[in-house]
């Protein structure tokens, strides 16, 4: 994991939106490690420097529509190969505090996902944090644009916090030994 990326909408009106969670997962390591932003034009990042190497942590300044271009510019600054790319991301098909890992992919309907293949290809590794689905598909956009409840919040804070608690063994390369952790103590359904 060399760059790990977190989408969300800037600006103060979306931060506690369902679509921000890969921002409030950034945002809880830039917390728990003390990272302080280099400000770009289009992104900021956050460099962090663990035992076991660097991993820029980035979030885009452009809405989610557009965040694949500042992932771009990163990986193209720094030299960073697809296949050390991870995002960070709402995904609707879990509920609130479930979590999957996937590599590669196609975007599932969800436009920061579909710019960033746009930008970089498909080959990127996906986290993918739930935040569950309306019951009304034509109320997507409002559903994933509004605060979840504190029930719903809650959850998904403690299932960031597990994520980071074994962030370590993305950051070695175990990729199977966080999926295992990660799949078999938060079940999909």
Known sequence: MKI????GNPGRSYENDRHNVGYWLID???EAHGLTAKEKPNYYVYIWQHDYGKTYLLKSKQYMNDSGLALRQLMQ?????VEDVWVA???????????????QGGAGGHNGIKSIISHVGPSFN??????????DAAEVKQYVLAS???DDREKIEENIDFVLKHINLLLQGKYASFTEILHSTYKAT
């Open 77 to 81: 600054f720094y030299k960073i190969p």
């Open 89 to 103: 991301y709402d995904d609707m098909d879990f509920y609130p505090g479930c979590s999957r890992v996937k590599k």
């Open 28 to 30: 809880a390591l830039i």
């Open 4 to 7: 790990l990326s977190g989408l």
């Open 126 to 135: 996906r986290l993918r944090v739930g935040v569950g689905r309306p019951k």
């Open 148 to 150: 979840p409840s504190r």
